[in-house]
């Protein structure tokens, strides 16, 4: 009874260098979603995907990239990685979109950028 | 835009005391209102969620909110609580049916023995 899983579950990386973050969801969700959480800020979403074959900016996008890969796999990518992105990044998932479709998450990121 | 105002960021309380953690939501024509807890280092789960219809929303773990809609307040209550509702608790608000979540700045929860 996976859910979401996200990998890794911990990185540590150098300014300027690039990495993928994983996840993938086993509930047949057709929409999909990045979040990112800092100290007192409570969590903002980066990028959406409302079914497969879209994605959408969120409140936070820039210095990252997504892809859905298909209908289980939502990726996030840093291309060029910056202290500014030292996070802890949240995938969720949920049936669609809107008030009636419950998000699940992941257990989580631990990223920090040297 | 929609906001959501969570007053506290931290609330200390002892175990079997009441607790209540104040949310706020600025004001818009339709408004689905959320708690979701994150224990430590953990993900978020879903506490309880007000669509429409009672004000009053019971959700997992004895907790239960109230929707407010003249106060624009949806704040979240437990009679009792337990060392192990020690958790960070966020509010959450989507506006229109189709929206994405706003979150909260989060409450600490911390209960002591």
């Known amino acids: 009874n996976a859910g979401v899983t996200q990998t890794p579950k911990f990185q540590v990386l150098k300014t300027g260098q690039s990495m993928t973050l994983q996840c993938a969801q086993d509930m047949n969700h057709n929409s999909m979603y990045w979040y990112r959480q800092d100290p007192g800020m409570g969590l903002r979403l980066i990028y959406y995907s409302a079914s497969e074959g879209t994605t959408d900016k969120g409140e936070v996008p820039n210095g990252y990239n997504v892809s859905r890969l298909n209908k289980r796999e939502f990726s996030l990518r840093l291309e060029s990685a910056a202290p500014s992105q030292t996070s802890v990044y949240f995938c969720?998932?949920?049936?669609?979109?809107?008030?009636?479709?419950?998000?699940?998450f992941g257990a989580g990121t631990r990223l920090s950028v040297l | 835009a929609q906001s959501v105002t969570q007053l506290d960021s931290q609330v200390p309380v002892f175990e079997e005391a009441p607790v209540e953690l104040r949310c706020n939501y600025s004001s818009s024509v339709s408004v689905y209102l959320f708690w979701y807890v994150q224990y430590p280092n953990q993900g978020l789960q879903l506490l309880l969620k007000?669509?429409?219809?009672?004000?009053l929303v019971k959700g997992i773990n004895g907790f239960e909110a109230e929707f407010n809609k003249s106060q624009t307040s949806f704040h979240l209550r437990k009679p009792s609580v337990h060392i192990s509702d020690t958790a960070e608790y966020f509010c959450?608000?989507?506006?229109?049916?189709?929206?994405?979540?706003?979150f909260g700045k989060g409450t600490k929860l911390s209960v002591k023995p």
């Open positions: 959450a608000v989507i506006e229109g049916s189709q929206g994405n979540l706003i």
């Open positions: 969720a998932s949920s049936a669609g979109q809107g008030a009636k479709n419950i998000q699940y």
């Open positions: 007000y669509l429409s219809g009672s004000t």
